[in-house]
Structure formats: structure tokens, C-alpha cells
T-cell receptor, first 113, second 109 residues
């Protein structure tokens, strides 16, 4: 069966510090991978998606970046965090880009102080 | 206007009662519709897809109204465990999924 895991689950970072969130998927090959952010009381905002190794599409201009160094690994990074980067970050995968279900990781709750 | 809009609630529902809520979408070319459930501080999980003819899964019934561009979710015989935020998700052909802000449901004894 397929599983998705992301970490860390919770982190508190000072403004200006770097960020690295990691996500891995097991049990499937060449998944579509996504990074979403959910601000309090708001819908999920798609940040990045990837349809293959090294292929990254950015949806929202920001100081975040994503990388896919391996087929089932997706990393979200920032060189310098802003207060506005606080939120709940969710990694997800799907079989096809127009497929139905998204499978989400457990989420990473980031607080920037 | 937001692409996908939901009443944020909360809908306070007595245990055993029925609750229903809608989600409106702005893109008339939208083709796929889903309801996801999100428990507090957890990741969203697919509850059910919404088909043109409407569909039912146990106590949950989803409907699609293309003319008025909304989908609905009805929960019968509400359980305490139904307390969650329900996210409406819409996809237009070739596009990514667009999530609504969610409707919070609180089922009380």
C-alpha cells in the first residue's frame, strides 16, 4: 500500500532563518507531488507541484522553493523565512494530474516568530 | 469572487439530526467535484466524489447542481464523530484542484 510521510510535524523558526520540509512517498512510482499551505480559517493554497524528477511548477510567487531530487521525495525550502510564511504545510500525491484523489501527508505546522 | 466559496459555519448540529450545506463555484467549465473531510489540526482526507446524478455513501449524500453551480453535502443521523471541517474541492478540465475554505460542523450530544 502507498504511504506518504512528511516532517517535521511542528517547528518554530525565527524570522530570517532557513526552512526545509521533507516529504516522501512509498509504494508508488512517478507520483504527482504537491505542496499546499493552509492559513488559519482559509482554504488550501497550492504552492508547488511536480510531475517528475527535477520538474517543479510554481503557483504563487514567494520566497519559498521546492525541489524533487528523487522520484518519491519532495522538499520545500526557504532561505529566509517571513512572518507571513507561518501556516500548515501539506504535502500530497496523486496518481495522475487529472486524477481524482489527493493523498495528504500529516502536515507540518510552521510558526515564524 | 472566490473560485470556490463555502459558509465557514460552524453548523451546530444535535446528535441524530440532519445537516446540509452547499459550496458554490465560479468556473462553469468545472468538471470534477469532491468533498474532503479535515479533522482539527489534521490532514484532509477524501470523503466522497460528487457525480452528476448525485451519490450516496451511507449517511452522506452529495448533489451537484450545474445550472446554479453548486454542490451540496447532506449528513443524516449525525454522529459526534462527524464533527470536522468539510472542504469542497473543484477541478476544471486540465487544471489543478481548487479548495474551498471549508465548512465547520460541530455535532453535540
Amino acid at each position: 500500500s502507498q504511504t506518504i510521510h512528511q516532517w517535521p510535524a511542528t517547528l518554530v523558526q525565527p524570522v530570517g532563518s532557513p526552512l526545509s520540509l521533507e516529504c516522501t512517498v512509498e509504494g508508488t512510482s512517478n507520483p504527482n507531488l504537491y505542496w499546499y499551505r493552509q492559513a488559519a480559517g482559509r482554504g488550501l493554497q497550492l504552492l508547488f507541484y511536480s510531475v517528475g524528477i527535477g520538474q517543479i511548477s510554481s503557483e504563487v510567487p514567494q520566497n519559498l522553493s521546492a525541489s524533487r531530487p528523487q522520484d518519491r521525495q519532495f522538499i520545500l525550502s526557504s532561505k529566509k523565512l517571513l512572518l507571513s510564511d507561518s501556516g500548515f504545510y501539506l504535502c500530497a500525491w496523486s496518481v495522475g494530474f487529472d486524477g481524482g484523489e489527493l493523498f495528504f501527508g500529516e502536515g507540518s505546522r510552521l510558526t515564524v516568530l | 469572487r472566490k473560485e470556490v466559496e463555502q459558509d465557514p459555519g460552524p453548523f451546530n448540529v444535535p446528535e441524530g439530526a440532519t445537516v446540509a450545506f452547499n459550496c458554490t463555484y465560479s468556473n462553469s467549465a468545472s468538471q470534477s467535484f469532491f468533498w474532503y473531510r479535515q479533522d482539527c489540526r489534521k490532514e484532509p482526507k477524501l470523503l466522497m466524489s460528487v457525480y452528476s446524478s448525485g451519490n450516496e455513501d451511507g449517511r452522506f449524500t452529495a448533489q451537484l447542481n450545474r445550472a446554479s453551480q453548486y454542490i451540496s453535502l447532506l449528513i443524516r443521523d449525525s454522529k459526534l464523530s462527524d464533527s470536522a471541517t468539510y472542504l469542497c474541492v473543484v477541478r476544471a478540465a486540465g487544471n489543478k484542484l481548487t479548495f474551498g475554505g471549508g465548512t465547520r460542523v460541530l455535532v453535540k450530544p
